[in-house]
């Protein structure tokens, strides 16, 4: 799912995750996101230039209880990032970052990044593996 926000176009990145096999619903708030991976969803996209991402825009995410967190990806995307910077996802407390040059690429980032996050939760937590196609 998409929310959209500071140069994430719903029609591009939606299009770039349904080559990919994922639904693209596009929702207007992160707790609009956060109802719809409670409810199953497994992706959750979310426009931002990162300086954004702070107080009460993420809270949704970051209060995700442990076992919801570890069964959903988190992508932040937009301007001022630069893809695959694991230590800036890190720090904002997310699974990935996608710099907005890389959006049209967006569907096979999540894909790779879902199948990595499958293979790290496996041992811990069967249940999300499972959720996330393992």
């Known amino acids: 799912m998409v929310v959209p926000g500071a140069g994430v176009h719903p029609d591009s990145v939606s299009g770039s995750l349904a080559a990919a096999g994922f639904e693209a619903l596009v929702v207007r708030s992160v707790p609009e996101a956060r109802s719809q991976v409670e409810a199953g969803a497994l992706v959750m996209v ?3 230039g990162g300086s954004e991402w ?14 919801l ?15 695959g910077d694991a230590w800036r996802a890190l720090t904002l407390g ?3 970052v996608v710099a907005a040059s890389d959006l049209e690429r967006l569907g096979e980032i999540c894909a790779g990044a879902l199948s990595a996050k499958r293979a790290l939760v496996a041992p811990l937590d069967a249940a999300a593996a499972v959720r996330l196609g393992g």
């Open 46 to 48: 979310i426009g931002t």
């Open 54 to 67: 702070a107080g009460p825009v993420s809270v949704p995410v970051l209060s995700m209880p442990p076992s």
């Open 69 to 83: 967190r570890r069964s959903c990806l988190v992508v932040l995307a937009g301007a001022g990032f630069a893809t």
């Open 94 to 96: 997310v699974d990935a």
